[in-house]
């Protein structure tokens, strides 16, 4: 189920992750895995298309291969194979802070409870969670810290911050 | 030292709600173990060969005499009435219940302490010289810079779930004590020409299976760009590390097979990314620097003589009091003053280990001797770092009555010991014991002072917590067909002239290693120029050689 910031249910989510035998269709709203996406920029199969189109990144994808290619993008999905691989949170500040990626940020894969703040933190705006246990306490693992040190993607204000504000 | 503002104090204690909410989906079986272990191990908890063990972060390793009355009280609540002292500066108690685990943390957070990121794939305690703030040869007190980074690190959103466990040593003198060089980043604060401080960054460096000197990377980073400078090399690691084999994940491999000047280029330009993306966010803040380094002002010193007749007279009627003074004080900043060094390595004893009474009256001594300001070291010894030579006599005698006056510093007995079997999961021998009988051998106290300065270090396995690879004199205790066996290194150094210890031969019987040991020492002994030339001196002109010759013969 995916779920917004606010551990509302996305009502109009329609995007379905694009397997690799599944075929392209330019009129319905699909996620493309990051080589399959360069791969159709490239050959020109997207060029009629009407749909909106997510693009996933995986722990090993360079980042960076987005940056001319982001104004034909509605989504992009950061995939989490398995909890420990922590690239996906690299992927997300990069996107934020170096890429100026403002649109949807979606954390798909094996998420752990406690790492929902940490991709909250890092820039997500949504969220694939699987277990129910975790939808029913969506809001007391995203807030589980009201404070940061740091000031990495969600424009929160910093604890160095608030300490030397003026006035 | 640091206090905590409110923000600090939310954090923790949102940290305690957290674990706390944890440990009930775990018990209520909501989380099966295999999803929990994330969660605790997050907090510090592992679960040992008998029992749950929890590691409590000292930050740079510094106390205050109320944190260590806490952990005294924790010590004797929950746990057997001892805790354990690290080579991470830190603290464990090897005897908690689950169902304790989160009362114990809400206790410690009333002290501004807690078990944030001393375990898990994080950046873990940082640890810095345990002389900082008090030695008359450092840059500036690097216990500021650890704080800042202590901060930084916490909780931080992209460095959590690292390709493995990230350590941290800062050091601020060109003496060091802290092994930065044997960390995955050693930072080493320095003044450049113009005067201004900043930081030369080390990375790479490590123990474990593949014992690694770090790297310099860059000889001056300015100070306000330390933090954007750590997060490119971080980043950089985060996306380049193995992941696909745990002894192939820490940095000192990804630096060795990415090539030390392909892992520069690459970590320069994330720098120079980081730079021009999100400067303002990570540049350090003057005034923030300034905010934290107040907290680690000068305490009141008095105005005292160089010399203390007290201090002479006491040396020269009680030789056991002399003994200590050649060996557990060091110089200080200020006349008149002396840094103490508080052995943990009585004869018989655990290395590291402090009983709760033991504990209590390390805080009472240091509240009326040092400011109430207590150092944990990386070789397991605690520190009083501000002590008048008025009053060494005195501490001496108090701490002596409890047995902790021992004089071995920087001697045989003062070892490094792993856990190794008698607690540990991983180990394949023993390691304690082994220790024992190492200590046993050279109980008599004049032989360990005419021997001179001398670091041996045991590991139990090759994971090498007990840092045998820098041992002067190492052992590693491996496992053959289900027979403990011991190698034995000579040679290592983890200080400025960082060394890895080399294999003398083939490894010895559990019950050969005292005698073993005490062949290389007899053959130092006999060999050396004149007691000037320390072992690692004479080691480095001899080579192995006639160490060979009296351990192995013709064989």
């Known amino acids: 189920m995916v779920l917004n910031k606010d551990g509302q249910k996305l009502v109009e989510d329609s995007f379905t992750l694009l397997a690799d035998d599944d075929a392209l269709n330019n009129d319905q709203a699909q996620i493309l895995p990051l080589a399959r996406f360069l791969d159709a920029v490239e050959d020109g199969s997207l060029n009629a298309r009407t749909a909106p189109l997510g693009v996933l990144l995986a722990p090993a994808d360079d980042t960076r291969a987005l940056v001319d290619h982001l104004g034909k993008l509605a989504l992009i999905a950061i995939d989490f194979p398995q909890y420990k691989d922590g690239r996906g949170f ?53 807030n589980a810290f009201t404070e940061a040190y740091q000031q990495p993607g969600d424009g929160r204000i910093t604890v160095i911050e608030k300490r030397h504000a003026v006035g | ?29 909501n ?40 952990l005294a009280d924790c010590a004797r609540k929950y746990d057997k009435g001892y805790g ?17 685990v989160s009362e114990l943390l809400k206790d410690l957070s009333e002290v501004e302490m807690h078990a944030i990121q001393t375990s898990g794939n994080c950046i873990r305690n940082i640890t810095t010289d345990q002389y900082a703030g008090a030695t008359p040869d450092e840059v500036e007190d690097p216990r500021i810079t650890g704080e800042v980074l202590r901060q930084w690190s916490t909780f931080h959103p992209e460095f959590s779930f690292l390709p493995r466990k990230f350590k941290i040593a800062i050091t601020a003198t060109e003496n060091d004590r802290a092994a930065m060089r044997f960390h995955d980043i050693g930072i080493e604060i320095v003044k450049n020409d113009a005067g201004d ?14 014992p690694v000197i ?23 690691y985060n996306m380049l590390g193995r992941r696909d084999n ?129 150092r944990v070291t990386h070789e397991q010894n605690l520190v009083l770092p501000h002590v008048k030579f008025d009053d060494l006599y005195a501490l001496w005698q108090a701490l002596d009555h409890i047995d902790l006056g021992t004089a071995n510093l920087g001697l045989v007995t003062d070892m490094i010991v792993c856990p190794g079997l008698d607690y540990c999961n991983l180990a394949n021998a023993r390691s304690i014991p082994v220790g024992q009988m190492i200590d046993a051998r050279f109980a008599d106290l004049n032989r360990q002072h005419d021997i001179g300065e001398l670091k041996v270090k045991i590991s139990g396995c090759i994971n090498a917590c007990g840092h045998h690879h820098v041992g002067h004199i190492g052992i590693l205790g491996v496992d053959k067909k289900g027979t403990e066996y011991y190698q ?68």
């Open chain 2, 197 to 210: 401080i900043g930081y030369a960054v080390w990375v790479g460096g490590g123990q474990g299976r593949t």
């Open chain 2, 84 to 100: 354990h002292f690290t080579t991470r500066q830190n603290i464990q108690f090897n005897w908690p219940r689950l169902d304790d």
């Open chain 2, 31 to 70: 989380v099966l173990e295999e999803e929990f272990r994330p969660h605790r191990l997050m907090n510090g908890l592992y679960l040992q060969l008998h029992a749950y063990m929890l590691r409590v972060a000292v930050p740079y390793g510094t106390l205050n005499g109320g944190q260590m009355r806490m």
């Open chain 2, 488 to 555: 034995i290194t000579l040679g290592g150094s983890a200080d400025e002239n960082a060394a890895v210890g080399k294999i003398v031969g083939r490894a010895f019987g559990y019950d050969e290693v005292a005698d073993a040991v005490e062949t290389v020492v007899t053959t130092y002994v006999n060999g050396r120029d004149s007691k000037e030339e320390t072992f690692l001196s004479y080691v480095g002109r001899v080579g192995l050689g006639p160490f060979k010759e009296a351990l192995y013969g013709s064989e």
């Open chain 2, 246 to 374: 745990l002894y192939k994940a820490r940095i000192k491999i990804t630096v060795n097979e990415t090539g030390v000047e392909e892992f520069t280029r690459l970590v320069d330009e994330e720098f120079a990314a980081v730079k021009q993306h999100a400067y303002e966010q990570f540049r350090l803040r003057d005034e923030e620097f300034s905010r934290v380094a107040a907290f680690f002002s000068d305490p009141a010193y008095e105005s005292l003589a160089a010399t203390s007749s007290t201090f002479e007279d006491a040396k020269a009627k009680d030789t056991r009091f002399a003994a200590w003074a050649a060996t557990n004080i060091a110089p200080h900043k200020v006349p008149g003053y002396a840094i103490a060094n508080i052995s943990l390595k009585p004869a018989g004893g655990i290395p590291g280990d402090a009983t709760s009474e033991q504990m209590d009256l390390v805080a009472d001594l240091a509240d009326r001797y040092s400011f109430s300001d207590i």
């Open chain 2, 1 to 29: 030292m640091y206090q905590y503002d409110q923000f600090d104090n939310g954090l923790v204690s949102e940290r305690v709600d957290q674990f706390r909410g944890q440990v009930e989906r775990r018990t209520a079986g």
């Open chain 2, 214 to 236: 770090a790297k310099k990377l860059n000889s001056f980073v300015p100070r306000q760009d330390l933090i954007c400078y750590l997060e490119a090399v971080l980043r950089t």
């Open chain 1, 90 to 142: 690299t992927h997300a500040r990069l996107l934020r802070e170096q890429l100026g990626w403002t649109g949807e940020l979606r954390a798909v894969g094996d998420v752990l409870f406690d790492q929902l703040n940490y991709m909250l933190r890092t820039g997500f705006s949504t969220f694939d969670v699987r277990k129910a246990y975790d939808v029913e306490h969506f809001a007391d693992a995203i």
